[in-house]
């Protein structure tokens, strides 16, 4: 009978092993995005240097902040894997920007995925429109 206490504490001891391997060597997707963006390209166009368009990803407070020139913005966001949205867009002043920052906003709040090599950002949303960033100084 003491055979089967040995092999439930040992078991008991695989799982734990097991889960605690699975949380070391699952990274937080979040602060892989952690940090300040420039915005390079808008559907593999590049953006022209007017609008400095940047973005800010904040993994402690879910939160995106960024610019388009001098107009700032927000939103929440959740990501997992390389799997990213902002369930209720983006917030920004009611002001027309022109198609490139109107664009932009469109993109970014319909994000879906991105793909983070090379200090190089590109989130893509549910339409294949991408969004390319590198890391800010």
Request: no cysteine; hydrophobic share 40%.
């Amino acid at each position: 009978m003491n055979i089967f206490k040995y092999i439930k504490k040992a078991i008991v001891f695989a799982l734990i092993l097991f889960s605690l391997s699975l949380a070391l060597q699952s990274p937080s997707y979040a602060v892989i995005l952690e940090g300040k963006w420039k915005l390079t390209s808008l559907n593999n166009s590049p953006v022209p240097e007017q609008f400095k368009i940047t973005a800010a990803f904040d993994p402690d407070e879910s939160l995106i902040t960024g610019n388009v020139g001098p107009i700032p913005y927000f939103g929440s966001y959740k990501s997992t894997d390389n799997k990213i949205e902002l369930s209720n867009g983006v917030i920004k002043p009611l002001v027309y920007l022109g198609p490139e920052p109107e664009e932009y906003f469109s993109t970014l709040s319909s994000a879906q995925s991105y793909d983070l090599s090379n200090q190089k950002l590109t989130i893509t949303n549910y339409s294949g429109k991408k969004l390319s960033f590198v890391k800010a100084e």
